[in-house]
């Protein structure tokens, strides 16, 4: 995220900048895979296609393109510095006042991270990768915390719950192994990813990203020049709200103001096309089950930050198109019309016209069983 560090253009960046010096000596006597062994590699990786600069410009850290890159490049694969289980137990302990401050948050994850080395047998760099992890956590930005500047670990009021909310993600793909769900039970789960979350935001953004069960990995979504800032978006928000909702939504959650190329100069055009992509996925996810196309919960939430939240009108809509129940298209339950397919073919080329392809597979993998459903060969082998 963007960090509030004030500096004039002369200044150093902040001490203890962003962490990754902690990534750069230290390299393991041991070959196990260690949770700081694997960040390390990633990193390693990562740094052919870009580097973690300062940017005095907008007083904060981002991810700049180090070459040329081509679109559809992996340029990271980063397993968590906090995984979805641990962070979910901080997070309760947390909201249950068992966490009273930062010293204690980074005692309950030296204990989390020493049960993991001794999991995998290591006793040597044990204590040293574990303070370089705590180092890592400390060294990201905590939007709630009185001050982020120091680099000491208890110097200030930042907390892991702030850390997590500044900087985190969900994951659809990680599954509970734990008592409190079903093996294999999928969910959005939080978690927390050190290089990841070095990437600013954007509504109109130029990398994507996904999950492979735990491990975070991200991708250009068009072509990089060397020098070029790397741009994620923090929201599905992006997708089908004009600019001012945009501004306002992300304001409120993440208390900075988007100044972004789809957020400034004219936008009129962008706000119509990202309207008719909302309208084109409330109506495919109830009609089709489209699911993955639009979150009634989280429009709600977006509706009530701009105080624009009216149920009646709401469920008016909702009223006026038939329900079809999640996956009824692949359980063979579901009699399509074309206009789905074409609803699906529009919101398509809306994407790419505001240059949000970086969500692209589900559209073509729905476009592609409807095409399938059709029998249009000519689309469908395009599209396989």
């Known amino acids: 995220g963007i960090s509030v560090y004030t500096l004039t253009m002369d200044a150093p960046p902040p001490p203890y900048p962003c962490g990754c010096e902690l990534l750069l000596s230290k390299k393991p006597t041991h070959s196990k895979p260690t949770r700081f062994a694997q960040i390390q590699q990633a990193f390693q990786h990562s740094s052919t296609y870009f580097t973690i600069t300062y940017l005095y410009d907008t007083c904060g850290y981002g991810a700049i393109a180090s070459i040329d890159i081509p679109k559809h490049t992996l340029i990271l694969n980063e397993p968590p510095l906090i995984p979805c289980d641990a962070l979910e137990s901080v997070l309760s302990r947390y909201e249950k006042g068992e966490l009273k401050c930062g010293k204690e948050d ?78 294999n039970t999928s969910l959005f789960r939080p978690t927390l990813h050190f290089l990841a979350a ?26 990089i020049r060397k020098g070029e800032q ?14 001012w909702v945009r501004r306002l939504f992300l304001d409120q959650k993440y208390h900075f103001d988007c100044q972004c190329n789809a957020c400034s100069g004219e936008t009129v055009t962008s706000d119509e096309q990202r309207c008719q992509m909302k309208e084109i996925a409330m109506k495919l996810s109830w009609r089709i089950g489209a699911a993955f196309l639009y979150d009634k919960t989280f429009d709600e ?32 339950k579901l009699k ?4 789905d397919l074409l609803d699906i ?11 949000l392809d970086h969500d692209m597979l589900h ?8 095409a ?10 395009t599209w396989g």
């Open 230 to 243: 790397l741009f994620c978006c923090y929201s599905d928000i992006v997708y089908h709200e004009p600019a």
């Open 345 to 355: 073919l529009e919101y398509m080329r809306l994407c790419q016209e505001e240059g």
């Open 301 to 332: 939430e977006v509706q009530r930050i701009t105080g624009e939240y009216d149920e009646e009108e709401d469920d008016s809509f909702f009223s006026t198109i038939p329900r079809q129940t999640p996956n009824a298209l692949s359980d063979g």
């Open 372 to 381: 399938a459903f059709f029998n249009d060969g000519e689309q469908t082998s």
């Open 336 to 339: 399509p019309t074309i206009d």
């Open 198 to 223: 070095k990437f600013n935001h954007s509504c109109s953004p130029n990398v994507g990203y996904d999950f492979c069960q735990n491990n975070q990995r991200v991708f250009t979504t068009r072509d």
């Open 106 to 183: 980074a005692e309950f994850m030296r204990e989390y991270y020493g049960r993991e080395f001794v999991k995998l047998g290591v006793e040597e760099d044990a204590k040293d990768e574990v303070d370089r992890l705590i180092g890592m956590i400390w060294a990201m930005h905590d939007q709630y915390a009185v001050s982020n500047a120091g680099g000491t670990e208890y110097g200030n009021s930042k907390r892991i719950w702030g850390i997590n909310y500044s900087n985190g993600f969900y994951n659809s793909e990680s599954t509970y192994t734990n008592n409190n769900a079903s093996p």
């Open 363 to 370: 559209c073509l993998e729905l476009a592609f069983d409807l």
